[in-house]
């Protein structure tokens, strides 16, 4: 603003000073605030009152700070003569004579439009539209200037113009509305039109008032942006704090946009009911050009509101970065994880891992888990219905299952499966989520690839959000590592929220009560007879374990089984056993992945035959009517099992499997057809190959387990080790929480000591553990285990008990002289040197038991005493030992020893002496 001072006369009373500037703001129809040229930042500012003239009264809003304020009404005409005055003059130059100041920042005096005298005459204009009246004073009869405004005032009287017109009209006063009731009806009634408004007040670059031609007086945001702010000092509330950037960013709104004419779009509500606005000048739209400029920064909460395009916002975003413009001066690109290999491929979905992860066969046939970017599975706490006020969600008890217990997690699932399992997406990788190490809260997670997954053109991600089935992730405002669509998931969002989808439902969340039967015998048995009946039955593969072993849904019942296909023995991964961790059986990894690439995750039908000892289903499954079975036959990934004789799909598959045979694939590739060979002629001769053993533990059903002598050094050496270790670094009682067939060591409760064991069962706080080196099991509590350190594991050392059973010895059945022939047996054994032979094999190895110098078989003194019957064996080399063994048996049956004692119990008497044939 520039300011003239010319040479007093010796007539003049006062110094008469002059001066330019451009019109900030109009505050009524007789005052303006009047800045000058911006230079190095803001300008000065003076607010000038029209001398001689007084417009009507503006009304105000009640000030909160102020006891007993109340809102004020305007005057008649208030409001017609701001208009007028604003309209001829904002944004313009003028020039102003000044008459009197009382201080630097107020004065009084004449404005004229332009840049000299010779302009338009405001003050004049205001009186001669009728906008105004001359104030009454006494003033010199040669004041021409004071002389001129009472003669325009009559002049306007007469004309019956401005507020002299008669009778008055009913919009001379405004109803002006200071608050909305309700702001989301407020922006919907208005359904995304332009409205014509003037921007009363500019709080900051991204704030503002508008006045409503309704004269609602609304105060919104510029939605997806924010500016730097001014905010009131916590301390001293007159002091205000600008943010580097925020009285530059002001001003650049205020010298384009305050009580200009422009068209603003309602476009929301924020969280604290503040409206959100486009708004659009002639000139341009000044949320873009604010970004443009480098004054602006873009925000997740408010963008997906923006109606003219998010990704222009994000486009200008980067722009001011690159050219590091005033608030991005700093700015430094976050270094991100680097992309190898495609950015952008197709593949065909075979597996759904998570409600935000699913996997994805390439062409090249290798398998990617592909996360979906920028979203999340839902929680408990995302759900907005609570059972009762400001009530937690609750996590059910038990059993943790996410995928049934978590609200829509189901949802998001099933929503998954059905629309991508078995068809064809695109994947473009928008970032590399790098690997984390655990935490105290979390756990470690592996590096993630996130991508923009789509499908016949629809966006994935966005589909789930927009259902209401996940959750958008709010990213850091400098983290770029984010969806590439991450706006239309931001909009997805906000539709959701509005229409109450998913987790946004005001209603209670559905509940999935599914029952798992796996692995739980009794509740096997009670499934069978039904499943028997109903023949053929739906069913979803929730998990594919090897290439014969699936866990299966089964909607109708809402149940879950662990099924076994019928008819075929397939190749077997690697698994825990009693002598350590088994390897995996050749082509187990291939036979998986066909069975997961055909059934993972697909509607399945499936016909229940029977169940195993372990509670699995055993039955027959079809995918879009294939027989798995036969598939697997087909690939040369399976053999036929003697048990599909008895099944009508037996032809089938020995068709599939002879042409597997035939192709040489696989399992077959090295297949060669039979000869005829000439029939041998069976050994009549046992073979012996004794071992020195100790006899460590005898079960009640007359099982012994040994240790190999030659092996006791070993287990000594390491046995000493463990403890040592263990004794210099005592596990945490309680600290460990072992799973059922997990290895562990556990502390033996009659000597205190630490020995290798294996978990066998699991009851609240007592375990089941079996000693493996030893063979004896015994309950304990579970703080007496601890996890096995890795270099005394089974790697390090096999299990050194070994168990046996004792060869062409029957037990009694009867519990009492079962119980006596244990007693004998134990009485036998002792803690002395034996040698063991093994004779056969069915189930455990069947041995002979013999002292070191041979004048005691255990199992044929058993028998002489009378304690056990002869096992008959159809082997030619066993006729032998067991004509012995039999000699003995009736030398017992004479002398009526124990089980004989009451005569022959090998007849009819077998039911009530605790014996059967066998």
């Known amino acids: 603003m520039s300011t003239q001072q010319p040479t007093p006369t010796p007539t003049s009373t006062a110094t008469v000073k002059q001066g330019r500037g451009i019109v900030k703001m109009v505050l009524s129809g007789d005052a303006i605030i009047v800045r000058g040229q911006p230079k190095g930042g803001p300008p000065p500012e003076k607010q000038i009152n029209l001398s001689n003239i007084v417009a009507p009264r503006m009304g105000r809003r009640a000030n909160m700070n102020v006891p007993d304020s109340v809102d004020t009404n305007d005057e008649p005409f208030a409001w017609h003569s701001r208009e007028n005055l604003r309209k001829k003059c904002i944004g313009k130059e003028i020039y102003f004579s000044i008459d009197y100041a009382p201080n630097n920042d107020r004065c009084y005096g004449t404005v004229y439009l332009g840049t000299d005298a010779n302009g338009e005459n405001l003050n004049l204009m205001q009186i001669k539209d009728g906008m105004a009246e001359v104030r009454k004073v006494n003033v010199r009869a040669d004041n021409t200037e004071h002389a001129s405004l009472l003669e325009a005032e009559d002049q306007a009287k007469a004309s019956g113009i401005g507020k002299w017109v008669e009778p008055r009209p009913d919009d001379a006063v405004r109803n002006i509305s200071w608050t909305i009731d309700n702001g989301r009806n407020f922006v919907d009634s208005y359904r995304g039109e332009p409205i014509p408004v003037v921007i009363e007040h500019v709080r900051d670059g991204c704030t503002m008032r508008a006045s409503l031609p309704t004269h609602h007086q609304i105060t919104f945001i510029l939605s997806g942006i924010k500016t730097p702010m001014i905010k009131r000092d916590p301390d001293d509330p007159?002091?205000?704090?600008?943010?580097?950037?925020?009285?530059?960013?002001?001003?650049?709104?205020?010298?384009?946009?305050?009580?200009?004419?422009?068209?603003?779009?309602?476009?929301?509500?924020?969280?604290?009911?503040?409206?959100?606005?486009?708004?659009?000048?002639?000139?341009?739209?000044?949320?873009?050009?604010?970004?443009?400029?480098?004054?602006a920064r873009c925000v997740d909460w408010s963008i997906a509101s923006y109606s003219q395009g998010a990704e222009k916002l994000r486009a200008m975003e980067k722009q001011a970065k690159e050219r590091k413009s005033r608030i991005w001066k700093d700015y430094v690109a976050k270094v991100q994880e680097t992309i190898t290999g495609e950015r952008e491929f197709t593949g065909k979905v075979i597996q759904v891992v998570n409600a935000d992860a699913i996997a994805v066969k390439t062409a090249n046939g290798d398998v990617r888990t592909i996360h979906l970017a920028s979203v999340r599975p839902p929680r408990f706490d995302d759900v907005v219905h609570t059972k009762g006020k400001d009530a937690p969600p609750e996590a059910p008890k038990g059993k943790s299952r996410p995928l049934y217990d978590v609200p829509y997690m189901f949802e998001a699932r099933e929503f998954m499966r059905k629309k991508l399992i078995g068809k064809k997406v695109t994947v473009t990788i928008d970032y590399i989520k790098p690997s984390s190490a655990a935490t105290d809260t979390l756990g470690a997670f592996p590096e993630r690839t996130c991508a923009t997954v789509r499908s016949g053109g629809i966006n994935i991600a966005e589909a789930l959000v927009s259902k209401g089935l996940v959750k958008v992730v709010r990213h850091r405002q400098d983290d770029d590592a984010r969806s590439s669509r991450y706006d239309d998931l931001l909009a997805a969002e906000q539709r959701a929220v509005k229409t109450?989808?998913?987790?946004?439902?005001?209603?209670?969340?559905?509940?999935?009560?599914?029952?798992?039967?796996?692995?739980?015998?009794?509740?096997?048995?009670?499934?069978?007879p039904f499943l028997q009946r109903a023949g053929k039955s739906e069913a979803v593969v929730e998990y594919v374990f090897g290439g014969s072993r699936l866990k299966l849904f089964l909607p109708k019942e809402t149940c879950l089984i662990t099924f076994l296909l019928a008819g075929i023995d397939c190749p077997r991964g690697a698994r825990n056993g009693a002598q350590g961790v088994m390897e995996a059986d050749a082509y187990s990894d291939e036979a998986l992945a066909l069975t997961k690439e055909n059934c993972m995750h697909r509607e399945v039908s499936v016909e229940v035959e029977t169940i195993d000892r372990a509670g699995n289903f055993i039955g027959w499954l079809f995918v879009e009517g294939v027989n798995m079975s036969q598939l697997l036959l087909e690939n040369g990934l399976s053999k036929i099992h003697f048990t599909a004789e008895r099944s009508n799909f037996y032809r089938s598959l020995q068709a599939a499997e002879e042409k597997a045979k035939t192709q040489k694939i696989n399992i077959w590739s090295g297949y060669v057809e039979p000869v005829a060979q000439v029939k041998t002629e069976e050994p009549t001769e046992r073979k012996t190959n004794y071992r020195s053993v100790y006899v460590t533990e005898v079960t009640p059903q007359l099982h012994l387990f040994c240790q190999f002598s030659d092996a006791g050094s070993k287990l000594d050496t390491l046995m000493e080790k463990m403890r040592g270790c263990l004794i210099a670094d005592p596990p945490l009682p309680g600290s460990h929480q072992p799973r059922r067939g997990e290895f562990c060591v556990a502390r033996f409760t009659e000597d205190d000591m630490w020995y290798r064991a294996r978990v066998e069962k699991v009851e609240k706080d007592k375990l089941h553990v079996h000693y493996i080196d030893f063979g004896n099991k015994e309950i304990i509590p579970s703080n007496r285990v601890a996890s096995l350190p890795g270099e005394y594991n089974t790697g390090a050392l096999l299990p050194q008990a070994h168990e046996y059973s004792l060869a062409l010895v029957n037990p009694p059945e009867d519990p009492d002289s079962l119980a006596d022939a244990f007693r004998a047996l134990c009485g036998m054994v002792g803690n002395v040197q034996f040698k063991v032979n093994v004779e056969y094999k069915d189930g455990v190895d069947f041995v002979t038991l013999l002292n070191q110098d041979e004048t005691l078989n255990v199992g044929k003194a058993l028998i002489g005493d009378g304690f056990c019957t002869v096992a008959k064996r159809g082997e030619k080399r066993l006729q032998k030992m067991m004509s012995e063994f039999y000699a003995e048996q009736n030398n017992a049956k004479k002398q009526h020893l124990n089980l004989w004692r009451y005569g022959d119990i090998s007849e009819d008497d077998a039911s009530e002496f605790g014996y059967s044939k066998k």
């Open 500 to 528: 109450c989808k998913g987790v946004n439902s005001k209603k209670e969340p559905p509940i999935h009560r599914v029952a798992d039967v796996s692995g739980d015998v009794a509740k096997a048995k009670q499934f069978l």
């Open 238 to 295: 007159k002091k205000e704090i600008a943010d580097p950037y925020a009285a530059e960013a002001k001003f650049f709104v205020e010298s384009r946009l305050l009580q200009r004419d422009v068209k603003i779009i309602l476009e929301g509500v924020s969280n604290q009911n503040i409206l959100l606005a486009t708004v659009l000048h002639p000139n341009g739209n000044i949320t873009e050009i604010l970004l443009r400029e480098g004054f």
